[in-house]
């Protein structure tokens, strides 16, 4: 039987692990100051406990993003059919940082390669002297695989299927 949706246990699973070390976008959805929700991609790292992201103090989304605010994250692959999606919900945790994070320089390597990532952050050195690292240690998780594991939703109707009901 498949681990239950929230269940941390679901980032050992091998599509979790996938996820997490694909270059694929994470979706960072948090609440902006007025009170409505906001998602934007963003490069991730995941460290082993914690995905961790870079941004520029004076992105918009430093702005509404506060230590200690919830966040909830999903990274997918929906390139092809079976999708696979990562969904995990936390708190985050700035810290502001002298230059580039480790984490972003380590992503602009993962996802453009290392000339390509190594020349992004000279240029994003050029820009900014600080950085803002948001560490997000995930405390629900869900995984949809679209063979053994559904969103909820679905997961119920095929158990009432099954049932008779």
Same mark, same amino acid.
Request: charged share 15%; glycine share 8%.
């Given at each position: 039987?498949?681990?239950?949706h929230?269940? *941390?246990? %679901?980032?050992?699973? !091998?599509v #979790?692990q ?6 694929k976008? $994470?979706?960072? &959805? ?20 914690? *995905?961790? %992201?870079?941004?520029? !103090?004076? #992105?918009?989304?430093?702005?509404a993003?506060?230590?200690? $605010?919830?966040? &909830? ?8 059919w079976?999708?696979k999606v ?6 985050a ?5 002298d ?27 050029q820009?900014?002297?600080k950085m ?6 995930p ?10 594991r559904?969103?909820s ?13």
């Amino acid at each position: 039987m498949a681990t239950r949706h929230g269940s *941390l246990e %679901l980032l050992n699973d !091998p599509v #979790a692990q996938n996820l997490l070390k694909s270059t694929k976008m $994470a979706q960072l &959805a948090y609440v902006w100051s007025d009170g409505t929700p906001r998602v934007v991609p963003i490069w991730f790292h995941w460290n082993g406990k914690e *995905l961790v %992201l870079g941004t520029p !103090p004076g #992105a918009p989304k430093m702005k509404a993003l506060k230590s200690g $605010a919830p966040v &909830a994250v999903t990274i997918e692959d929906s390139s092809a059919w079976p999708y696979k999606v990562l969904y995990l919900r936390g708190t985050a945790h700035i810290e502001m940082l002298d230059g580039i994070t480790p984490e972003y320089a380590w992503c602009a390597v993962h996802y453009f390669g290392e000339e390509a990532g190594n020349a992004w952050i000279a240029q994003v050195s050029q820009l900014t002297d600080k950085m803002a690292r948001i560490s997000i240690t995930p405390t629900w998780v869900s995984l949809s695989d679209f063979e053994t594991r559904f969103p909820s939703a679905i997961e119920s109707a095929i158990a009432a299927a099954a049932g008779g009901a």
